[in-house]
Nanobody, 124 residues
Framework: QVQLVESGGGLVQAGGSLRLSCAAS????????MGWFRQAPGKEREFVVA????????YYADSVKGRFTISRDNAKNTVYLQMNSLKPEDTAVYYC?????????????????WGQGNQVTVSS
């Protein structure tokens, strides 16, 4: 079965950095666009960033542009999210997701598979 396993979250001070990883199995990873979403307590799950299946196109939410970078290694079936200059408002559970559609999805409903989530906490 398809599994997406996130790792790399944790607690960091404002201004710090974290790198999330998402290892995929049970699917042809190179055929899926990949995205990261996040959900803070009491809020809706929101789009953060996405990358096309070859990695040639990326899409960022305005709130993370210039601070976060998505990348992927299709040989390792892994997608990464490098998060720099973290702010307390970045605190959330971060989810990776896989989207089989040719057009990269920017909404949660467009994604087919989801990881279990990984907590990121940024202290002020």
């Amino acid at each position: 079965q398809v599994q997406l396993v996130e790792s790399g979250g944790g607690l960091v001070q404002a201004g710090g950095s974290l790198r999330l990883s998402c290892a995929a199995s049970g699917l042809t990873f190179s055929r899926y666009a990949m995205g990261w979403f996040r959900q803070a307590p009491g809020k809706e799950r929101e789009f953060v960033v996405a990358i096309s299946w070859r990695g040639g196109s990326t899409y960022y939410a305005d709130s993370v542009k210039g601070r976060f970078t998505i990348s992927r290694d299709n040989a390792k079936n892994t997608v990464y999210l490098q998060m720099n200059s973290l702010k307390p408002e970045d605190t959330a559970v971060y989810y990776c997701a896989a989207d089989i559609n040719l057009r990269v999805g920017l909404t949660a409903r467009e994604y087919d598979y989801w990881g279990q989530g990984n907590q990121v906490t940024v202290s002020s």
